[in-house]
């Protein structure tokens, strides 16, 4: 689970992961946002306890610039990332999935990607 600076994928697609998780439990009675919020609580706790940060608040801070800004600029801000995720768990949309795949860095990070976008 642990990313690299050059790494602009693997926090959002852990991110993802926990979306679409909730989202499958809860559908649309929350807000996309809301969920967001959520989820990049969780990866950050996981990713704090692994050691990857010192403390729990730069932990959700860096994972949550994961989804605001290291995308951009084919993502430019999170109310974006938001309209991306709910139109692929609303609709099937594959446009965050092509966008991911962009920035993929090797064939096994694009493999992840497949397999979270697989229905």
């Not at 860096?62 to 800004?69: G, N, P």
Request: charged share 30%; glycine share 4%.
């Amino acid at each position: 689970m642990l990313g690299d600076k050059k790494d602009k994928v693997s926090d959002v697609v852990n991110v993802l992961k926990v979306i679409k998780h909730e989202w499958e439990k809860v559908g649309n009675r929350y807000s996309i946002s809301d969920i967001r919020i959520d989820s990049v609580k969780v990866i950050a706790d996981v990713e704090y306890n692994l050691g990857r940060y010192k403390n729990i608040k730069s932990a959700y801070h860096t994972i949550h610039d994961a989804l605001a800004r290291r995308l951009k600029p084919d993502i430019p801000n999170i109310a974006a990332f938001d309209t991306l995720t709910e139109k692929w768990l609303r609709d099937n949309s594959l446009e965050l999935k092509q966008i991911l795949l962009g920035y993929a860095q090797d064939r096994e990070q694009r493999s992840i990607i497949e397999q979270l976008f697989f229905h």
